[in-house]
């Protein structure tokens, strides 16, 4: 799956300072899953570049990568100095054990193939090392609040088992994004990574920070992301 047919309204949604989680939420993936920066760290599904730009400003030499032809070219033209392709996160362009950190940031509930895509990115990790996922949180995609009010219900209407497509339309301070994806229980992660022979070491739930938004704060009684390490068995 790519999305190039959403590239341009995800530009402009992604480099509008403050305007979706991600602002909210990297610090807390960085500090608290990432090792310290190695010989070459490989950033899977980095859309128009700006998670590859924060590992860059933290040290790591990056090899990022997009299926979307578009986002991968306005990475590299906003970041010269970095290494950008378009390439499929199931059949990865490397050899084996190239990299001593993957990191997956909200990109493995929308490739078509969760599974191979883990299996790919334990391919290429040297043993020992590391592989950090951030994915919508499965109950968060599995349901919704009935309000914007800090204590507003939430409520699950479907299954929250099983693989299902996701398909939303937001619209926020004047701009639009079609969001395309699946959605995956927990389990379904942990059998993939279990599968790849990644043994998970850390698990987050972090709540929306105290400065959040106006509007977030039920995020901080329901986790809105979760957040993986699992590092490649010897």
Request: some cysteine; overall charge negative; glycine content about 8%.
């Amino acid at each position: 799956m790519s999305f190039e047919g959403q590239a341009r309204s995800w530009l402009r949604w992604a480099r509008t300072p403050d305007h979706d989680a991600y602002w909210q939420y990297r610090d807390a993936f960085f500090d608290d899953l990432l090792p310290a920066p190695g010989r070459l760290t490989l950033e899977v599904g980095c859309g128009e570049g700006r998670v590859a730009r924060d590992l860059a400003r933290r040290g790591h030499r990056v090899v990022a990568l997009d299926a979307s032809p578009t986002l991968a070219a306005s990475a590299a033209a906003a970041d010269p100095a970095g290494r950008y392709l378009v390439a499929d996160a199931a059949t990865l362009p490397f050899g084996d054990g190239c990299f001593d950190l993957v990191v997956a940031y909200n990109s493995l509930m929308d490739v078509d193939d969760m599974p191979a895509a883990v299996a790919e990115a334990a391919r290429v990790l040297q043993p020992g090392r590391p592989l950090c996922v951030c994915v919508t949180h499965p109950v968060a995609d599995a349901g919704r609040f009935q309000s914007t009010e800090p204590d507003a219900p939430f409520l699950i209407a479907g299954s929250y088992l099983g693989r299902h497509r996701v398909e939303e339309l937001f619209e926020r301070d004047g701009l639009q994004m079609h969001f395309t994806g699946w959605r995956y229980p927990i389990e379904a992660y942990a059998r993939a990574l279990e599968d790849a022979g990644l043994l998970i070491d850390r698990l987050r739930e972090p709540a929306a920070p105290a400065t959040t938004r106006p509007g977030y704060e039920r995020w901080r009684r329901l986790p809105n992301f979760l957040h993986l390490r699992a590092v490649k068995l010897a």
